[in-house]
């Protein structure tokens, strides 16, 4: 008696974990089940660039709630350079597809330990890892939109926090994840939200781990919009393009004003402001703004 069982062929009643019908005891043939092919990371990380030059980036794992891996953090983080590097691209989305924005770190995938672990090889592993993830957004040359469509847990709420602006669907939550598992919050945490909210309500969330919804994560200023689910793509496809119209390099030295002001003194940063004002002179753009307000006419900038 031959049965088909999922994943393999069970010939002569063997079924893993079953029991054996008409068992042959001389005889006994098992077809091994084909083994999985591997998932490209261009599959779970999509990329797509738009004619008005914003490039998508949309995390693809929905049945693991976009649980982001090592292969794929590593292509987001490969993504923001090249949009950085390319003149082409003038903005960026950040999104996910499914019920979850990201729900933190799947560590499936990552290159085995060879050896046992030994004091630094934890403190690599976050320098090497989450810690690059959120800098890699931080440091992009090019505005960075979060479309927040789901949970964001863990590495994946300091993932949106990180983005310059952050879109949040009705039905998102934010959880900082890490103290129900007895761990120490990473990915740049402690140092974002601090920032962003104080250290009152960081500490808040922090210590407690409770689910924020998308509308107090709005309230408490870790949201620039909360909006009807249905309604996400279409406005951060809005203001992306807004933003890739807008003189880039302006923007990319403004975001970069913005957020070295959060860890420096006054006279740094005005020493910092005027350095910008200084390169920004020197662009197209910047030339571009000023002639179209002298004769009254929209501005066409071009990125440069």
């Known amino acids: 008696m031959n049965r088909d069982t999922e994943g393999g062929t069970a010939v002569n009643g063997d079924m893993e974990g079953g029991t054996a019908v008409d068992r042959e005891p001389e005889s006994r043939t098992t077809v091994s089940p084909e083994p999985k092919a591997p998932i490209p990371v261009e599959s779970t990380v999509l990329h797509r660039t738009t004619p008005d030059g914003v490039s998508w980036i949309t995390l693809n794992r929905p049945e693991a709630m976009n649980a982001v891996t090592w292969e794929q953090r590593e292509r987001v983080i490969a993504l923001l350079a090249d949009a950085s590097a390319d003149p082409a691209v003038r903005a960026v989305v950040l999104t996910a597809t499914g019920r979850g924005f990201c729900a933190g770190a799947d560590l499936r995938g990552a290159p085995a330990q060879s050896r046992e672990r030994l004091p630094g090889d934890v403190a690599r592993t976050i320098r090497l890892g989450a810690q690059r993830l959120i800098a890699a957004v931080?440091?992009?040359?090019?505005?960075?939109?979060?479309?927040?469509?789901?949970?964001?847990?863990?590495?994946?709420?300091?993932?949106?926090?990180a983005c310059d602006l952050v879109?949040?669907?009705?039905?998102?939550?934010?959880?900082?994840?890490?103290?129900?598992?007895?761990?120490?919050?990473d990915g740049g945490g402690a140092h974002l939200l601090p920032r962003l909210i104080g250290p009152q309500r960081?500490?808040?969330?922090?210590?407690?781990?409770?689910?924020?919804?998308?509308?107090?994560?709005?309230?408490?200023?870790?949201?620039?919009?909360?909006?009807?689910?249905?309604?996400?793509?279409?406005?951060?496809?809005?203001?992306?393009?807004?933003l890739?119209?807008?003189?880039?390099?302006?923007?990319?030295?403004?975001?970069?004003?913005?957020?070295?002001s959060l860890?420096?003194?006054?006279?740094?940063?005005?020493?910092?402001?005027?350095?910008?004002?200084?390169?920004?002179m020197t662009t197209r753009d910047a030339h571009e703004g000023v002639a179209s307000f002298v004769e009254r006419r929209t501005p066409e900038y071009r990125g440069h």
Do not use: Y
């Open 263 to 280: 860890t420096s003194d006054r006279a740094t940063a005005f020493a910092a402001e005027a350095a910008a004002q200084e390169i920004n």
């Open 202 to 242: 960081a500490k808040e969330l922090m210590f407690f781990g409770d689910a924020l919804t998308a509308a107090d994560a709005e309230r408490i200023g870790l949201v620039n919009r909360t909006i009807p689910a249905a309604e996400l793509g279409a406005l951060a496809a809005e203001w992306a393009g807004r």
């Open 244 to 260: 890739a119209c807008g003189p880039t390099r302006a923007i990319a030295l403004t975001k970069q004003l913005v957020n070295d």
């Open 138 to 161: 931080l440091d992009c040359e090019k505005p960075v939109i979060a479309a927040v469509n789901g949970t964001a847990a863990g590495i994946g709420a300091h993932l949106a926090f």
């Open 167 to 185: 879109l949040a669907a009705d039905t998102a939550k934010f959880i900082e994840v890490f103290v129900r598992r007895g761990l120490v919050p």
